[in-house]
Each structure stands twice: as structure tokens, then as C-alpha cells.
């Protein structure tokens, strides 16, 4: 199962064309994906248009669906943080920090259009979808 963040989701949706969303759309055919309330969150938010917001819906409904924070969450995201800043690196956005400690806590490879991710791979082990590669 794949964890797919809002920056794919976003660019998606707006019809970019590479590799990231590629591999989503290859992955949606495959029922792979799970999608989580910070996620759903993110994105449902940014939508303008009534119809394209309920065609977004309808899909994040599709999904296997989880609460990506909560307690254990919430503090092992700090201790993450913590240990990325002694090592000189700094996550931007609070929320990217708890989907990627979800990732790593739970054994998902993410796939992400957002260099936070790329930074908390090497530190943190987090697995993250880099290419496509069809089956």
C-alpha cells in the first residue's frame, strides 16, 4: 500500500503531466492506495469549482482511509523533528512531518512532489516512490 501526499494529489488533479503523476495514475488502476484525514483535509481545501471538489471526494472515498496523527503520532513527529534538526536539516510544515512519521511508523512508501519528504528519507528511513515503473 502506497500513501500518496497532496502535493501529487494537487498536481493531479490539475493535469500535470510527469513522472509523479504518472505513477498515481498507474497506482489508482491497481487499488494500492490508502489516503489519510490530513491529506483529505489539504487537499478538498483547495478546490474552487463544486464539481471538481466532489470528483476529488468521490476518489479520497475510494481509498483505504486512516487518521494519520493522534497521540503517538503527534509526539514520535516531534522526536522526528528533533533529531532532523541536530542534523541541520528543517522540515517546513508541521504536517508533513506527521505523514511522513505515519509512513515510517506504519511501513508505507510515499509518493510526494515536495523536498520535505526527500529530506526525512535519509535521516528518518522513510521510503519514498521516486519513479514508474509499470508491472
Known sequence: MILVDTSVWIDYFNGV???HTDLLDHELQHDRLVTGDLIIAELLQGFG???DLLAAKRI???????D?????IAVQSAVNYRNLRRHGIT?????DMIIGTF??????PLLHNDRDFDLMAGTLG???LKSFTAE
Open 17 to 19: 503531466d510527469a513522472p
Open 49 to 51: 469549482d463544486e464539481k
Open 60 to 66: 479520497m472515498d475510494s481509498l483505504e482511509y486512516y
Open 68 to 72: 494519520l496523527s493522534g497521540y503517538t
Open 91 to 95: 522540515v517546513r510544515k508541521t504536517i
Open 103 to 108: 509512513c515510517v511508523t506504519h511501513g508505507f
Open 126 to 128: 522513510l521510503q519514498i
